[in-house]
């Protein structure tokens, strides 16, 4: 059966640079057998999440545009957001995403990367909540406590001791970052991102993350330019009415 974070991995796949995909590219992207690849395909294309093209090919299918525009009509913030993250990917020239929690799992529902950006754009869909500054200041602000911690490399936290240290620093400074802890050489830096609900009043609400990844290599070395105009662009983003 195709796990989730496998089908996760393969509609992350597709983008608008790359709209569709033949078998034996996606296994070479993927790094997976050709028969492996095309069994993915074929259970995605049966469950109506991609369809095969004239010459071959796969594409995402409308059920998948549907199922968007139904969770985003949900989300009255949600437009304004992509927006914004787009504006990040611009000026930062870097990898910009956004992140919610469905229960306790981080997704990332939004990434775009800069043409000049030093990392590749991740595949990655459900995010190790202890590894990433998303997870970070989500669990931080939803004050959930992990069950497991994700030794993705040497630098990961692995201990509820200095998780509890991570998340009093994250609250202090209202932002998070993570270098080298879930891809080595790599760094995110994330800021929550606040969205008014009057449901129940008036609240000020962290709704998702939002931020950039890089190379840790440029992040330590503009990390004081690069938090300063993540901040400030989110927090305009946050003010428009």
Request: charged share 20%.
């Amino acid at each position: 059966m195709l796990s989730l974070q496998k089908a996760a991995n393969i509609l992350g796949a597709f983008s608008a640079e790359q709209p569709e995909w033949g078998v034996r590219a996606l296994a070479a992207h993927l790094g997976v057998p050709r028969a492996t690849a095309h069994a993915y395909l074929a259970g995605l294309t049966e469950a109506g999440f991609l369809r095969r093209t004239p010459a071959g090919k796969y594409r995402l299918s409308w059920h998948i545009a549907e199922m968007g525009a139904q969770l985003t009509s949900s989300l009255p913030w949600f437009q304004e957001a992509r927006a914004l993250i787009t504006r990040l990917a611009l000026e930062v020239r870097a990898v910009a995403f956004l992140c919610i929690l469905e229960g306790e799992e981080v997704v990332a529902a939004i990434r775009e990367r800069h043409p000049d950006a030093d990392i590749d754009l991740p595949l990655d869909i459900y995010l190790p909540a202890t590894a990433t500054a998303s997870g970070k200041i989500l669990y931080a602000h939803a004050d959930i406590t992990p069950r497991t911690f994700a030794a993705c490399t040497p630098s990961s936290i692995t201990s509820l001791d200095e998780w509890r240290t991570e998340v009093a620093k994250v609250k202090r400074l209202g932002y998070a970052y993570s270098i080298e802890e879930w891809v080595p050489g790599q760094c995110t830096l994330g800021v929550p991102y606040h969205a008014l609900h009057t449901a129940h009043g008036d609240t000020d609400t962290v709704v998702a993350a939002i931020g950039v990844q890089m190379s840790a290599q440029r992040y330590l070395r503009e990390e004081r330019h690069i938090r300063e105009r993540v901040v400030q662009i989110v927090r305009e983003a946050e003010a428009l009415p």
